[in-house]
């Protein structure tokens, strides 16, 4: 997951939890839109957490080239 899916769970999950969009009756009869949408919230505040760690360390590692020469 990069920056690009966590912005999406965190969206969708905001839509969910507020209900700014109209469901089906089916859907919200079966389904807890509240409740799923606080988890796409939680996965989706974790993976952007997750990927600016992962690129932090990244960015900090150094490579070292060690070139050895017969004479």
Known sequence: ???????VLLVLGL??????????????ANV???TVGWICVVCGVLALVLTLVINQQ?????????RRTEV
Do not use: Y
Not at 1 to 7: F, P, S, T, Y
Not at 58 to 66: A, F, G, K
């Open 32 to 34: 807890a839109t509240d």
């Open 58 to 66: 990244r960015s900090r590692t150094t490579h070292v080239e060690e």
């Open 15 to 28: 839509i969910l939890v507020t209900g700014s969009v109209d469901l089906p009756a089916a859907v919200d």
């Open 1 to 7: 997951m990069g920056i690009g899916a966590g912005i």
